[in-house]
């Protein structure tokens, strides 16, 4: 088993940090995270298959709890079959940028290379989760331009070479050292 720690600040106007555990092992990917402080505190555990195909996750921000799973049945909310989210790929968990890393992780992208994917994103603190439209595309070595597929927002991440964010302009920047 490989295990990194990595750690984010929050850019702006209010502070948080993150703090995150990956975990490889033979059977898959774990993610541990929790953000402290600013907009958006929250705990998160995702759990990743061998191939690095999202399966699970629980999160939970102040009182609210929600448990996100994807089988070969269809997306599951709290227990409850979410048909709506049947086109979603990957989880996109607005508070934090680990979940940026399953997409640009799975997709496998040239340089120069675009894909349009759906997400089941979650709003935090609400925990509200709904189907969205991404564009990622890999504009250099080891950075993505990451959009809405609407264009309403768009920035350019750069990522270390296992695909986690080093920096997301205007909202997270990488601990160093982590």
Do not use: K
């Not at 703090?19 to 958006?40: A, F, K, L, N, P």
Request: proline fraction near 5%.
């Amino acid at each position: 088993m490989r295990t990194a720690r990595i750690s984010w600040t929050s850019v702006g106007a209010t502070e948080s940090i993150e703090r995150c555990t990956v975990e490889h092992s033979d059977d898959g990917i774990r993610i541990v995270g929790e953000v402290e402080g600013g907009d958006h505190p929250c705990r998160y555990a995702l759990r990743l298959d061998e191939n690095g195909v999202f399966d699970h996750a629980a999160i939970t921000a102040g009182e609210r709890e929600v448990a996100i799973e994807r089988t070969p049945q269809g997306w599951r909310v709290d227990g409850v079959a979410r048909p709506d989210l049947a086109d979603a790929t990957d989880i996109d968990i607005v508070a934090t940028p680990a979940t940026n890393t399953l997409p640009i992780r799975r997709l496998g992208l040239p340089v120069g290379g675009r894909a349009e994917i759906q997400v089941a994103w979650v709003a935090v603190p609400e925990l509200d989760v709904r189907l969205a439209a991404q564009r990622y595309t890999r504009v250099g070595p080891r950075a993505y331009c990451y959009e809405s597929a609407d264009g309403g927002f768009r920035r350019t991440l750069t990522v270390d070479g296992d695909g986690f964010v080093l920096s997301y302009p205007g909202l997270f920047e990488r601990v160093t050292g982590s």
